[in-house]
């Protein structure tokens, strides 16, 4: 019988990780950035089960006193980047806290760990004897021709080596040779020595300040350098955020000033939701359902009763609430009603 290992289950997660990429997109997998990894798990919250809950705590440290959602929101977004590589195929060896936070990102049915084992285990049936006699002689045949491959390679390399041998062994005979020897050095080489050690002391003693002008080059590339990193950081970073204007997201720079006389509050730019992410009011025409009848319309209800619909998952832009998927009882409810 099979052992059914957590690299198994890595496999699972992967695969069907790769499945919703391809056949069914998901908006915050399609690009699995800390943030929208983040989003995705605030999303789940709701529908999760008792295992999924008991992962949450493992993973988010969650503290039952304070409000989950709150703790979530707040977790440390740079805790989510181990699995990002690994949805990316960077990271082979997450833990297994992390590998249970991937199953449920990604929505495998069988999970957690334990739940996947023992099901996949009960599917493989056990070996029968003729079974196993056949595969060991597929081994042994095997293994014996990779050893005929390794004996020939090694025949090779030793032949190559003792090709290489021959020549180096002539060169350094030859490196002897060319040597000078000391004792029978020439007069007229004896008679310049005094002068050439006179030449030399004059060189050294121009030497510190040809130093002395490669530091002063150096530095000032250095500077250069760091300065132009200055520029480009305040241009490339001064349009990185994002802020709600009636019923789109809209580009602003993130600098304190915009910040001071902006009512809406401004986040990071999350290229998904700047594209996406519309306030919409339902008509005859209004489509909120899909093939299947998966929905592509979300809604979160306001304090003072109302019901706002968005083209988008997310957090609703001015609560921080997270959008709802639409069901027909909304739809009955208060989309046709306005």
């Given at each position: 019988m099979k052992n059914i290992t957590l690299n198994d289950y890595k496999k699972a997660i992967r695969a069907k990780y790769h499945e919703i990429v391809n056949h069914n997109p998901d908006g915050y997998l399609l690009n699995p950035s800390p943030g929208n990894l983040r989003d995705k798990c605030l999303l789940l919250l709701?529908?999760?089960?008792?295992?999924?809950?008991?992962n949450y705590k493992h993973f988010f440290e969650l503290n039952e006193d304070v409000d989950?959602?709150?703790?979530?929101?707040?977790?440390d977004i740079n805790k989510?980047?181990?699995l990002q590589s690994f949805l990316l195929g960077k990271n082979e060896n997450p833990?297994?806290?992390?590998?249970?936070?991937?199953?449920i990102l990604v929505e495998l049915e069988l999970r957690p760990f334990k739940k996947f084992r023992e099901t996949k285990n009960s599917e493989f049936k056990p070996e029968t004897a003729e079974e196993t006699a056949e595969e060991?002689?597929?081994?042994?045949v095997h293994t014996a021709a990779i050893d005929t491959e390794e004996s020939k390679e090694k025949e090779v390399k030793a032949e190559e080596e003792i090709k290489y041998e021959q020549p180096e062994a002539e060169n350094k005979k030859k490196e002897e040779e060319l040597k000078p020897d000391n004792n029978r050095m020439p007069a007229v080489i004896t008679k310049n020595f005094y002068s050439d050690n006179k030449e030399q002391a004059i060189h050294r003693s121009k030497s510190p300040y040809k130093l002395k002008a490669k530091y002063i080059k150096i530095a000032a590339v250095i500077i250069g350098v760091l300065v132009l990193g200055y520029v480009l950081k305040n241009i490339y970073t001064d349009h990185e955020c994002m802020t709600w204007k009636t019923?789109?997201?809209e580009i602003v720079p993130c600098n304190t000033d915009v910040k001071s006389f902006m009512r809406n509050t401004i986040v990071r730019l999350n290229e998904e939701t700047l594209k996406y992410q519309k306030k919409i009011t339902p008509c005859d025409t209004t489509t909120f359902f899909i093939a299947?009848?998966?929905?592509c319309v979300w809604y979160c209800k306001m304090p003072d009763g109302t019901v706002e619909f968005f083209s988008y998952p997310g957090l609703h832009p001015v609560t921080?609430?997270?959008?709802?998927?639409?069901?027909?009882?909304i739809v009955d409810k208060y989309a046709v009603k306005n």
């Open positions: 709701n529908d999760i089960d008792d295992d999924d809950r008991r989950t959602r709150k703790q979530i929101e707040n977790f989510f980047r181990p833990s297994e806290k992390k590998l249970e936070i991937l199953a060991k002689a597929d081994t042994t019923d789109h997201y299947g009848g998966k929905p921080g609430e997270t959008l709802k998927k639409i069901t027909q009882h």
